[in-house]
Antibody, heavy 122, light 108 residues
Framework: QVQLVESGGGVVQPGRSLRLSCAAS????????MHWVRQAPGKGLEWVAL????????HYADSVKGRFTISRDNSKNTVDLQMNSLRPEDTALYYC???????????????WGQGTTVTVSS | DIQLTQSPSSLSASVGDRVTITCQAS??????LNWYQQKPGKAPKLLIF???NLQTGVPSRFSGSGSGTDFTFTISSLQPEDIATYYC??????????FGQGTRLEIK
């Protein structure tokens, strides 16, 4: 069965960096786009970043562009989110999510991990 | 960027009621509209994709309709386990793939 397991969250001071990772299993990872979506405490869902199935394309929300970098390793079935210059408003539960259609630029997100919490505070 | 306006933001209904949530896009997104259910403390779950298609394994009491800018999500007969927050999401063309602000559904 499909599993997405996020890790790497924690408490970090403003301006510092953190790297999240999502380990995928149960599907042909290299065929699907992957996303990061976040949810601030008590708030709604915010799409953060997308990486295409082959890693050739990445897109970001304006709120993180230039600070966050999404990457993937299809040999290890992992997708990472490098977060630099963190701000208090980046505090959130970060979910990894999978596209539902193989080899598409983007598709509905059919599987989600349980999330990893990032807290940015001095 | 495409904005999605969901309404209502919260809703209280009785078991067995028909429940309807609307989502309006700021521009034409064809049928690139999905609906997700998020129960407290859980990850979101895809219920409806491409405006009106039921995801595998989702009960048939859930449905969606619409195209262009106006979309509707319906629960035909509310069940206690449907208590959750529901989000619409668009994935037309270029990112960002925005979500609506959510509708919190409670049992009356």
């Amino acid at each position: 069965q499909v599993q997405l397991v996020e890790s790497g969250g924690g408490v970090v001071q403003p301006g510092r960096s953190l790297r999240l990772s999502c380990a995928a299993s149960g599907f042909s990872f290299s065929g699907y786009g992957m996303h990061w979506v976040r949810q601030a405490p008590g708030k709604g869902l915010e799409w953060v970043a997308l990486i295409s199935y082959d890693g050739s394309n990445a897109h970001y929300a304006d709120s993180v562009k230039g600070r966050f970098t999404i990457s993937r390793d299809n040999s290890k079935n992992t997708v990472d989110l490098q977060m630099n210059s963190l701000r208090p408003e980046d505090t959130a539960l970060y979910y990894c999510a999978k596209d539902s259609r193989r080899l598409m630029v983007v598709a509905p997100f059919d599987y989600w991990g349980q999330g990893t919490t990032v807290t940015v505070s001095s | 960027d495409i904005q999605l306006t969901q309404s209502p933001s919260s809703l209280s209904a009785s078991v067995g009621d028909r429940v309807t949530i609307t989502c309006q896009a700021s521009q034409d997104i064809s049928n690139y509209l999905n609906w997700y259910q998020q129960k407290p403390g859980k990850a979101p779950k895809l219920l409806i994709f491409d405006a009106s298609n039921l995801q595998t394994g989702v009960p048939s009491r859930f449905s969606g309709s619409g195209s262009g800018t106006d979309f509707t999500f319906t629960i035909s007969s509310l069940q206690p386990e449907d208590i959750a927050t529901y989000y619409c999401q668009q994935y037309d063309n270029l990112p960002p793939y925005t979500f609506g602000q959510g509708t919190r559904l409670e049992i009356k």
